[in-house]
């Protein structure tokens, strides 16, 4: 391959400027990234532009690797390591050729490399680097596990099994590091993946015959893999091990912390177990500590909400701003923006959270223990004293800990945090059911940030089509609309789901002078639903999805899932 500088094909081609390769090239020597990398980061060109760019001006082929399926043969030709460190992906093998997938085809070290070590003639083919690094984590992690699963059994074949007097199975713990190594290797690759498909949780099941490891991935559980049996208690010892637990009580629930660095990405690891006639299930939460995912436009704050959201955090008199939402809506999310948006050096900021999930520098975090007595309404009180101007309680439970707050906020505290119910004006319910007084409500409540998950259309299988007038109307659309409308036709990529990534839609109620009023007052719900559908301003959840569905961000389908909620009942 003839060389060629990245920056000269695509000035050449008029696809940059170059005033911007000039730029790129000043942020590179910062970076060290290479240079294709930080031209798509600065938002100058597309990976898909890049890939257009090298296919003409290097006569190469590009490979869409979510529909093909990649012989696990490939990655004894070309170690994960080097896998890893260069971004490729061993593809096929033709006789005396290997076909490498590259983001960076330039990288001719990569390609020497490549060479030597496989002692094959390299063909590179272009491929985007997000595709690259899920083929990584599926070819080099399912033959990482398979290898240790072999290597654990033969052990588990060699070694002498213990039994464990009242529970119902049998425990071998390995407690050397030649024995520990395959084990460690399997628990490993298992958190790898479910980084590199983005799995919020990793569920680790036992049943009779066998071990059932999923993954829930844009809210839904995947299968992954399944584990032995007789490695089951290799497997959750080890899990113990990391968190912190107790390996030897199998009886009751345990809870546990550790954490993991995974393609240079820092994740919180939370752990739980929970004894089954099985043995014990385990769930693994990821938590990706890096602050930069904390940011308003990257949880789906645009728009007039953005303008709401803004107003509401922008309280100098105090007040209290309840997320509400079910679990898995995306609410510690949002707490966690706003908690990052008020962290001033002027502002002396507490949290009381359940567990603690991200550790921001410049806070003051503080952890529920109820064993203790450090429970929500002693932690508030208790941070009432500490001279606090924004205090963040990680949920609402109860009407003593509500009322609490309410207090504190109307004497000029700043008070965020969660409440579980579907809307919000489910949420004004939800206070006078638990005990708060209607006064309060009126005086303290800034207002309700209410919010659901959405899964995003895959963008690798987004196609055209048209909803029936049936579907339309279950949304509240009429068939005469002139929009296009898409959904997923289903891909390895998405798990033939049609789904990749999901995105927050809002619905945000400030409480004006009319609303409060209506509450001072003991207005009914159907009043308050009539006051607040009124205000033009307000833009409920099932209205923010049809806006969704018509961007061609998510489907019909997602969109009716919320707005056939019985909390909006009361639209018209």
């Known amino acids: 391959m003839k060389f060629k500088r990245l920056g000269d094909m695509l000035t050449s081609t008029g696809v940059i400027s170059d005033e911007q390769l000039e730029i790129a090239l000043k942020k590179q020597k910062k970076t060290k990234n290479r240079l294709g990398k930080e031209l798509i980061e600065e938002g100058i060109i597309s990976e898909e532009q890049l890939i257009e760019t090298l296919k003409l001006q290097l006569g190469l082929d590009s490979i869409d690797l979510s529909v093909i399926s990649i012989p696990s043969s490939l990655s004894e030709l070309v170690p994960k390591k080097l896998a890893n460190s260069y971004g490729l992906v061993p593809v096929k093998l033709e006789g005396d050729s290997l076909y490498v997938a590259m983001s960076d085809p330039l990288n001719f070290m990569a390609l020497e490399d490549v060479k030597a070590v496989s002692k094959k003639r390299i063909i590179p083919m272009i491929a985007t680097e997000e595709s690259i690094q899920r083929n990584i984590a599926s070819l080099y992690g399912n033959e990482g596990a398979a290898r240790a699963i072999a290597e654990m059994k033969r052990e588990i074949d060699d070694a002498p099994v213990v039994a464990i007097l009242g529970d119902s199975f049998m425990s071998n713990i390995i407690d050397n590091d030649e024995q520990s190594a395959p084990t460690i290797r399997l628990v490993n690759s298992l958190i790898e993946r479910g980084v590199m498909e983005h799995a919020s949780d990793i569920h680790i099941e036992p049943s009779e015959k066998e071990v059932r490891v999923r993954m829930r991935i844009d809210g839904l559980l995947r299968h992954v893999m399944t584990v032995p049996k007789d490695l089951q208690a290799s497997v959750i010892s080890r899990l113990k091990i990391m968190g912190g637990m107790d390996i030897t009580e199998r009886r009751i629930p345990q809870d546990g ?81 706003m908690i990052r948006e008020l962290n001033t050096v002027e502002s002396n900021l507490i949290t009381l959270e359940d567990p603690v999930e991200y550790n921001i520098s410049g806070i003051n975090q503080v952890q529920i223990n109820e064993k203790t007595g450090m429970t929500f309404s002693g932690g508030l009180r208790a941070i009432l004293r500490q001279d606090p101007d924004i205090i963040a309680v990680g949920e609402i439970r109860d009407g003593e800990t509500a009322e609490i707050a309410m207090r504190a906020a109307i004497t000029g505290h700043l008070v965020l945090s969660t409440i579980h119910t579907n809307s919000a004006i489910a949420t004004l319910d939800r206070l006078l059911d638990i005990g708060v007084e209607p006064y309060l409500i009126s005086s303290a409540l800034n207002g309700v940030v209410s919010q659901r998950l959405v899964r995003r259309i895959c963008p690798n299988c987004r196609k055209e089509y048209a909803p029936s007038s049936e579907e339309l109307a279950s949304i509240g659309l009429s068939q005469e609309i002139n929009h296009k409308f898409y959904h997923g036709d289903g891909c390895p990529l998405c798990f033939n789901t049609g789904y990749r990534g999901r995105v927050a839609v809002f619905e945000i109620l400030v409480m004006d002078r009319k609303v409060k009023n209506a509450m001072a007052s003991g207005a009914k719900r159907e009043e308050l639903a009539d006051i607040i559908q009124s205000d033009k301003k307000f833009v409920s959840l099932a209205d923010n999805c049809r806006r969704l569905v018509l961007e061609g961000v998510t489907t019909v389908d997602e969109a009716k899932r919320i707005t056939n909620s019985e909390d909006y009942a009361y639209e018209s």
Not at 274 to 300: C, H, M, S, W
């Open 257 to 337: 912390r550790s954490n993991a660095k995974v393609k240079k990405a820092d994740i919180d690891l939370r752990m739980s177990t929970l004894p089954t006639i099985y043995g014990e299930k385990f769930v693994i939460r990821l938590l990706d500590k890096n602050t930069q995912l904390l940011d308003k436009a990257k949880i789906g704050l645009t728009g007039e909400d953005l303008e709401k959201y803004m107003k509401l955090i922008d309280q100098k008199g105090g007040g209290v701003v309840l997320i509400a939402g079910p679990t898995g809506s995306g609410k510690s999310s949002t707490l966690y923006t």
